[in-house]
């Protein structure tokens, strides 16, 4: 009988970049499916191929999963990935995991691809949590910053049933263009059940808005003058007959090419919607004040566009959650919102997010964004996985050393 194939991706489809890639090896990781993937990024310019970030999360994934692998070198286009193990490291559990990047690479990304196998494989104690340090950038453009991850990821991972994770920031690292690099800890408590189905879809009414702010301390009052007047325009049609609640943290970025605006709506019913954006660019002099004033005039039309639309989560959340409900127990539903009668549609992102999951799990999504999500929960001891794939296929294959 002829062996099976690993599951083949072809990295081009829909969105064509790192996400495919950070999703499909995570879930591979976690359900010991063998899987290929070729022509990786293949939608980005510059040819494509791994950069640094998604490299080290592939390297931790395949030392997770004692997996053989091959392809696994920067702008390397194609890699097999062959699992050769289920179940947490039980060495991992109480202790600290430390991934380190000499690049500025998003910290964010890599925790998306690692997070839901650390979850998901299973812990044994519930008590034993894992420390996980990664150095990288912090707040790096189109990925999810430290300050979202904290205010908006975070406390909607606890809605949906994860066990709260603490994050702590030792030192901000920006994004290209910048020789230092940052460090954060997520302390994250491994799964050990299945995590229920659950249902995000009472938006509730807008209770209060954060502003965090991190930028050249010489713009500060700018930056508060502008916050509090566009408070000021917007409060009846964000708060409506509510009373206005609305917060801003400064922080100085030392950097001055470096605004940053994150906006999050916390609603009755405890979701968290959020908008940022990171200005990275140099600004001429005098121009400082135009700058300020576009960076919060964006954050808010985004915000205020999220909130219009009626959904429980964002638009980045909703690609980040696809995960969550592939991995829960029966059938989860994410409330995307309305807009022009119609539902909202998924962005991209969650589309290939969708695609990848049935791929490699087999769930599917409707156009309401339910799935019925497998309940995986590996957990118990630790057990090698022995892959019938073609003799052929494995020569070549690499095993990375444990370093965790
Ligand atoms: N401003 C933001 N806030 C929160 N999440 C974000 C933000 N911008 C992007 N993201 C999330 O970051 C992820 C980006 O995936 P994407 O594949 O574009 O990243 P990538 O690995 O940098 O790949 P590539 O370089 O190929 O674009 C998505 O999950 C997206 O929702």
């Not at 990821?153 to 690099?181: C, D, K, N, Q, V």
Request: glycine share 12%; charged share 25%.
């Amino acid at each position: 009988m002829a062996s099976p194939s690993p599951i083949h991706l072809e990295g081009t489809t829909l969105e064509g970049g790192g996400q495919l890639l950070r999703l499909a090896t995570c879930l591979s990781a976690l359900t010991s499916t063998p899987l290929r993937i070729t022509n990786i990024r293949g939608k980005r310019s510059g040819g494509g191929g791994l950069k640094a970030q998604h490299l080290t999360s592939i390297q931790f994934l395949s030392q997770a999963s004692n997996a053989r692998l091959s392809g696994a070198g920067l702008k390397s286009k194609e890699i097999t990935f062959l699992p050769g193990r289920k179940g947490l490291r039980s060495s991992w559990e109480g202790g600290e995991v430390v991934i380190k990047q000499n690049t500025p690479g998003s910290v964010n990304l890599v925790l998306q691809a690692i997070l839901p196998y650390l979850l998901f494989a299973g812990g044994r104690d519930g008590d034993a949590k894992i420390g996980v340090s990664i150095t990288g950038g912090t707040n790096v453009s189109n990925s999810p910053s430290y300050e979202y991850v904290d205010q908006v990821l975070f406390p909607m991972l606890a809605l949906i049933g994860i066990p709260p994770i603490e994050a702590e920031l030792h030192s901000r690292g920006w994004s290209t263009g910048s020789t230092r690099l940052g460090g954060v800890t997520y302390t994250i408590a491994p799964l050990t059940k299945r995590l229920p189905a659950f249902q995000l879809t009472e938006r509730g009414d807008i209770k209060s808005i954060r502003a965090t702010i991190l930028a050249p301390r010489a713009c500060e009052q700018h930056f508060r003058e502008e916050l509090d007047a566009m408070f000021d325009k917007r409060s009846t049609h964000i708060f409506g007959q509510r009373d206005p609640d609305s917060e801003v943290t400064f922080e100085d970025s030392h950097h001055d090419k470096r605004f940053y605006l994150l906006l999050v709506a916390t609603t009755t019913t405890g979701m968290k919607l959020g908008r940022d954006w990171l200005y990275d660019h140099g600004v001429r002099s005098g121009k400082i004040d135009r700058v300020v004033s576009s960076v919060v005039k964006k954050v808010f039309d985004d915000l205020i566009a999220e909130i219009d639309h009626g959904g429980c989560v964002d638009e980045h959340l909703r690609d980040q959650l696809v995960v969550f409900q592939s991995l829960a127990e029966g059938k989860s539903r994410v409330f995307g919102g309305k807009r022009k009668g119609g539902l909202v549609k998924p962005s991209l992102h969650a589309k290939t997010a969708h695609w990848v999951a049935n791929e490699i799990v087999g769930v599917q999504f409707d156009e309401e964004g339910s799935c019925a999500g497998t309940g995986i929960c590996v957990g118990g001891e630790e057990e090698e996985v022995e892959q019938k794939v073609d003799e052929d296929l494995v020569k070549g294959l690499e095993k990375l050393e444990v370093v965790a």
